[in-house]
């Protein structure tokens, strides 16, 4: 069996006090939130992903999308008071969190971001979200977010 990861996510965690359960799974390059959700047995739905775009301005930030939804960057730029938005290239998503794309976790990063968040996340009981490595998922009550994070609720997300 892999070990358990310390990543700066899970050491963020443990100094705030947050209950959390830790999660390994096999991960497949491109895979994307429909394997570790099938690894898992968890609804696609409550896994959380974590993107880092930038506005127009080329300033970062974060959104944390339900795994089986796209991000409407239309609608997110008109809410978040942007003329536009789009994901980060890899290379520079990486430079801004500290993490690997895909093993992006919103807790721990390297630079202090503005985190937005699908308000229907905040509907579910649990959600599974990247703990900062590959194959490492945390569940937790969506709840830290806001604690944590600071995160600030948006209605962005697509079918698909």
Same mark, same amino acid.
Not at 27 to 43: I, W
Not at 94 to 110: A, E, I, L, M, N
């Given at each position: 069996?892999?070990?358990?990861?310390?990543?700066?996510?899970?050491?963020?965690?443990?100094?705030?006090?947050?209950?959390?359960?830790?999660?390994?799974y096999?991960?497949?390059?491109?895979?994307?939130?429909a394997?570790?959700?099938?690894?898992?047995?968890?609804p696609?739905?409550?896994?959380?992903?974590t993107?880092?775009?930038?506005?127009?301005?080329?300033?970062?930030?974060?959104?944390?999308?339900?795994?089986?939804?796209q991000?409407?960057?239309?609608?997110?730029?008109?809410?978040?008071?942007?003329r536009?938005?789009?994901?980060c290239?890899?290379? /520079?998503? *990486?430079?801004?969190?500290?993490?690997?794309? =895909? #093993?992006?976790?919103? +807790?721990?990063?390297?630079? &202090?971001?503005? @985190?937005?968040?699908?308000?229907? /996340?905040? *509907?579910?009981?649990?959600?599974?979200?990247? =703990? #900062?490595?590959?194959? +490492?998922?945390?569940?937790? &009550?969506?709840? @830290?977010?806001i604690e944590?994070?600071a995160?600030?609720?948006?209605?962005?997300?697509?079918? =698909?």
């Amino acid at each position: 069996m892999a070990k358990i990861p310390s990543t700066n996510a899970t050491r963020l965690l443990r100094q705030h006090g947050i209950a959390y359960s830790e999660h390994l799974y096999r991960y497949e390059e491109k895979g994307g939130t429909a394997v570790s959700a099938r690894e898992l047995a968890v609804p696609e739905h409550a896994v959380i992903k974590t993107l880092v775009f930038e506005d127009d301005q080329r300033r970062p930030f974060i959104i944390l999308m339900h795994g089986d939804r796209q991000v409407s960057t239309k609608e997110l730029a008109r809410q978040i008071g942007a003329r536009s938005v789009a994901p980060c290239k890899p290379e /520079v998503a *990486d430079r801004h969190s500290g993490y690997q794309v =895909g #093993g992006t976790s919103p +807790f721990g990063t390297k630079k &202090a971001m503005p @985190v937005y968040v699908e308000a229907s /996340v905040f *509907d579910l009981d649990r959600i599974w979200i990247n =703990g #900062g490595s590959k194959g +490492f998922l945390l569940a937790l &009550a969506p709840s @830290v977010l806001i604690e944590l994070l600071a995160a600030t609720a948006v209605r962005v997300g697509l079918e =698909g």
